[in-house]
């Protein structure tokens, strides 16, 4: 069964970097549309950047000239380079598909969390 497997978080100061990992073994990624969500406490899960299977990325305008999103098909990964960041996109990461694909079971997700 396909798991989704996130690495890469921990505690960064204001205007730091950090690369997260995404590993899926049981799919294919470059066949389907990845996202790499957030969940800051007390709010709802959301979509950060999406790339689709043909390599066309999308961003939410909070991180749009921040974040970039890549896929390494040959480790089967998908990776969300952030830089510049800021206290307020200290959340849980988590990677998944998108819809109108459904989601696969959440994994632990990866904590991101920038000190000001």
């Known amino acids: 069964q396909a798991q989704l497997v996130e690495s890469g978080g921990g505690l960064v100061q204001a205007g730091g970097s950090l690369r997260l990992s995404c590993a899926v073994p049981?799919?294919?990624?470059?066949?389907?549309?990845m996202g790499w969500y957030r969940q800051a406490p007390g709010k709802q899960r959301e979509l950060v950047a999406d790339?689709?299977?043909?390599?066309?990325?999308t961003y939410a305008a909070s991180v749009k000239g921040r974040f970039t999103i890549s896929r390494d098909n040959t480790k089967n990964s998908i990776y969300l380079r952030m830089n510049v960041l800021k206290p307020e996109d200290t959340a849980v990461y988590y990677c998944n598909l998108v819809p109108p694909a459904p989601f696969m079971d959440w994994g632990q997700g990866t904590q991101v969390t920038v000190a000001s």
């Open positions: 049981g799919l294919i990624v470059s066949h389907h549309d």
């Open positions: 790339i689709t299977r043909g390599g066309t990325s």
